[in-house]
């Protein structure tokens, strides 16, 4: 199996990688016609390689636009660049990578934090069987910080340590909120936004 990377938007494929050019791991290099660009989050500017930053494309596998929603149109599309949502980033050799969503990171102390990164931790030290979500709350100091939802009553003063092991200091949460069950979607995975409402409504209210 080879990995590749596109989106409805693109028609639908960005990238690959192929027999004779693979990288594991990585997402392939761009197609023909299709170009690719790491930009820095806030200003937009263009990253160098092995950079992390938002992926954007350009070409003619990118569509027109959303049908009858200007808006969203111009939010998704600047100058002919497209705005996939995701991040990631381009190797010195021109392979492309993909880090995640960019609604699932935060930026915690002038850092970009990845919550799957964190969730993906906390899974392999929690006890079988326990969901969890990583969410973000708000902070004074630097500007959000971590919680996690939990369907069970875990040893949270051991499970602090154990990530701490294994994940920067910024990327641990200290706070945890346990709920009979985390609401799903369709596709059965967790509804982090949803769940981030219940966490911060719980707290709120504590």
Known sequence: LL???GTTETSPVISTNTPKNNRPGSIGKALPGATVRIADLESGTPLPPDQEGKILVKGDLVMKGYYGDIE???LRIKNGWYDTGDMGMIDHDGYLWHRGRLKRFVKIGGE???LVKTESVLEEVLPEGVD???VELPDRSKGAKLAVAVTAKIDEKATIKK???RLPPIAVPRTFIT??????MGSGKVD???TMSMVRERIASS
């Open 3 to 5: 990995e590749g990377y």
């Open 72 to 74: 969203e149109t111009s």
């Open 112 to 114: 970009m934090v990845s």
């Open 132 to 134: 969890c979500c990583v």
């Open 163 to 165: 990530l701490a092991e």
């Open 179 to 184: 709920f009979e069950e985390l609401p799903k």
């Open 192 to 194: 982090f936004r949803t």
